[in-house]
């Protein structure tokens, strides 16, 4: 609020707005402005006076106007009663209930029973409110006052869908962040569609902070915060309080839930299930019975560690490439370095910033792909473009082409009309420009930005096309954001050479990530482990790791399996530093881990990872053989409790890092390598073939039979494949 005005000035104790309310004392400040305790002059009550802050634009204030006149027709006893709405001198007032007692922030319960009836009484306000088609969007404990203070107060929810709209705007707008991000829901926070739905997720940070004493998500940054709750997973409350019911948890981590489909549907049913939890008993010693993989997910991954100049300088390239400064951020390092962590903290600030974000990545395996990074990142975009036409808007004439990267269009817009045959080049230069017309167009509105991961696998047409683009684009509102490995590249290889050309055109800025020092890898122990680490530990680490990000993780990984570090009582213990066994390389890092898992899961897990980075139950079951189906689940799911892969949702799974995929394939002897690829193929086709597997991109498969030992290898014509395989 931009209280240096002289017309915020004005609104002092003393201050009588529109003749009536007479403002006696200020009684708090928040994000969106000031509370005064105040008199109605007319029918002399004591009431509330909330001053808004400068609401951002006209739309902004009309938006708040129209959700006052809603929430005032709202009439709920855990609801606070907006009595009325005005302005004064331009500045927009709420009239509202007074409410005596302190708000949640101020006393917190911690007391179980006491916070589920609280969480209940809010979920009958929010049932109400959503049934009168208001979300909150501001949910959080300062929002929730009570009644009386002690046990007995009751709730009376307040701001009801008042909260100023755009995140987007408060966020990126320096100095008026509005609110706090700490309780803001995924869906939200990237600018998205929200529901009642995304309320919930805020009452569960709001459960998960009165239980455990402690926020889910924190950062000295919102980004941070933001980027948290879009991607990182939540340590479960029952590792910081143990004495919690297992029901109860199961209820705030559904809440949690990053896809709103995944939560409860209404606040009715979250009140349920909340009741429901306490009555449950739990047996005897539950409590201790914490699974030993389980621990692992006591480990709280998504804050960022160090990296804040590397950060700003990408983010002041995509400040600039949006005021239609188009250029490429190219970060680069060694595998595990964080080069693909650092990418999504720029891609969530572009998210936030209302941009289209377009991701793909280049695989090792899958180098027969031409244009892999654009295949997989416009099949992404189309997926998520619900409406025909909007879609056919932004593609215009150069839907044809992209339907080479993703065939969906045609189906979805073709057929489109045949065009005469080129020459290889011309058919080139014409997809390029396709390219470059639909990023243009893209970029357009709120700026584009286009990640590139695993530049170091790329094909050269890729390359080429990149290229393409950052010429095409120079003057486009178009950030482009690339990451490689350079431990990867010699002067012969073909990223190396664009590189040199990019540079020398200045097209492309190359940002690279050292490791980390010993006071970094002592902050992302920290981070990793929820509580500061001693000096001697962290230097112990950071001595065998030399600071590479993903190497201290897996370090402390293997440290927790093998109970060397372990959680007692609520708290972290160690052994001496002295007695430690750290890991002396990545590989032996990963190895230790895999040896705590089953034979059967390594197994699997090999099998796997002829599969790629990301694979799906069928594919692997085609190696494995279809009798093995229920050996092979269990393996899988003993490989996610270790954290080695993550399930996706669906039948498909990730490799959690592509450092662990290519340790086991190495692990791999050749012969029996080859037998994978080709059981791989063979079971591909054979489930083509009956109709099961119609998705199943012709490269994947040219690639495992390429790859199975000369005899079995067929040629690739007898393969149908979608488009992608005859670009040019
Ligand atoms: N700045 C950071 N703060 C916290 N954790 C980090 C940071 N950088 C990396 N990590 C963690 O280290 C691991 C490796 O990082 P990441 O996957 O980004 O590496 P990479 O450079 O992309 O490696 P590769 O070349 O193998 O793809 C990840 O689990 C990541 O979460
Ligand atoms: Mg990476």
């Known amino acids: ?44 009550r004591e009431v ?175 980004l941070t915060i933001v980027s948290q709750h879009v991607h990182a997973s939540v340590v479960p409350p029952r590792v910081l309080r143990p004495d919690l019911p297992r029901a109860l948890e199961a209820v705030i981590l559904r809440l949690l839930e990053k896809s709103p489909a995944q939560r409860f549907a209404t606040a009715v049913a979250t009140a349920a299930a909340l009741r429901e939890s306490l009555a449950a008993t739990e047996t005897a010693g539950d409590a201790d019975t914490v699974a030993a993989v389980a621990i692992l997910d006591a480990l709280s991954r998504g804050h960022l560690v160090g990296r804040a100049a590397e950060l700003s300088e990408a983010l002041e390239f995509w400040r600039r490439a949006r005021e239609g400064r188009g250029h490429a951020v190219l970060l680069s390092g060694e595998p595990g370095a964080g080069k693909t962590r650092l990418a999504r903290e720029i891609m969530i600030q572009a998210a936030v910033d209302g941009a289209v974000v377009l991701t793909g ?57 045949e065009h005469p045959e080129l020459e290889p080049h011309e058919e080139r230069l014409l997809f390029f420009d396709a390219v470059a017309q639909v990023f243009e167009r893209l970029a357009r509105d709120r700026g584009l930005l286009f990640y590139a991961d695993d530049l170091h696998w790329a094909d050269r047409g890729a390359l080429w096309l990149l290229g393409h683009l950052l010429r095409q684009l120079r003057k486009g509102r178009a950030l482009i954001v690339g990451a490689y490995r350079d431990t990867e590249l010699n002067r012969a290889h073909p990223l190396a050479k664009e590189l040199v050309e990019w540079n020398r055109e200045r097209l492309a800025t190359r940002i690279a990530l050292r490791r980390f020092d010993a006071a970094e890898t002592s902050a992302q122990l920290s981070a990793l482990l929820g509580e500061n680490v001693s000096a001697d530990f962290g230097d112990a680490v950071h001595r065998q790791t030399e600071g590479n990000p993903f190497f201290v993780e897996e370090v402390l990984k293997a440290l927790v399996e093998q109970g060397a570090v372990r959680r007692e009582s609520g708290r972290w213990k160690r052994r001496e530093v002295g007695e430690l066994v750290i890991p002396q390389s990545m590989k032996e890092a990963i190895g230790n881990r895999l040896d705590r898992v089953s034979r059967e899961s390594n197994e699997a897990l090999r099998a796997a990872a002829v599969l790629g980075k990301t694979f799906t139950f069928d594919e692997l079951v085609a190696i494995t053989g279809d009798r093995q189906e229920d050996a092979t689940l269990d393996a899988l799911d003993e490989a996610a409790g270790a954290q080695l892969i993550t399930a996706d949702g669906g039948d498909s799974f990730t490799f959690t890092h592509d450092k662990i995929r290519e340790v086991l394939y190495e692990e791999l002897n050749p012969v029996r390598r080859r037998r994978y690829h080709r059981l791989a193929a063979e079971g591909f086709e054979r489930r083509r073939s009956v109709g099961g597997a119609p998705q199943y991109p012709a490269e994947k498969l040219a690639y495992h039979y390429i790859t199975s030992p000369v005899g079995t290898r067929r040629p690739l014509t007898c393969l149908s494949g979608p488009p992608a395989w005859s670009l040019p």
């Open 1 to 44: 609020m931009n209280w240096d005005d002289a017309r915020y000035s004005a609104m002092a104790p003393g201050a009588v707005l529109r003749r009536r309310y007479r403002l006696d004392g200020e009684i708090g400040r928040g994000g969106m402005g000031v509370v005064y305790r105040a008199t109605d002059l007319e029918l002399m």
């Open 48 to 222: 509330a006076v909330k001053v808004v802050s400068e609401a951002a634009s006209t739309e902004a204030r009309q938006r708040l106007i129209r959700e006052a006149r809603a929430a005032a027709a709202l009439n709920h006893p855990h609801i606070i009663s907006v009595h009325d709405f005005g302005e004064e001198q331009g500045i927009p007032f709420f009239v509202m209930e007074l409410v005596d007692g302190p708000n949640l922030a101020k006393a917190r319960p911690s007391d179980l029973p006491r916070i589920v009836e609280i969480a209940c009484q809010i979920c009958a306000a929010l049932d109400h409110a959503h049934a009168n088609g208001i979300v909150h969007r501001d949910l959080k404990p300062d929002n929730v006052l009570l009644s009386a203070a002690g046990q007995r107060g009751s709730v009376k929810l307040a701001d009801l869908g008042l909260a100023l709209p755009g995140y987007g705007e408060r966020i990126s707008r320096a100095g008026l962040i509005l609110g706090t991000p700490a309780y803001i829901a995924p869906e939200q926070a990237l600018g998205q569609q929200v529901d009642g739905r995304t309320d919930l997720y805020s009452l569960g940070v709001l459960l998960y902070e009165l239980t455990t004493g402690r926020l889910p998500f924190t950062g000295e940054d919102p």
């Open 361 to 417: 990545g280049c695989y090792e395996y899958e180098a027969t792909t031409p244009y892999l990074p654009f295949v997989e990142a416009f099949r992404r975009w189309v997926r998520e473009q619900k409406d025909d036409s909007a879609l056919r808007a932004v593609l215009g004439e150069a839907a044809a082409q992209i339907a080479k990267l993703a065939p969906e269009i045609d189906s979805r817009l073709g057929p489109f009309p």
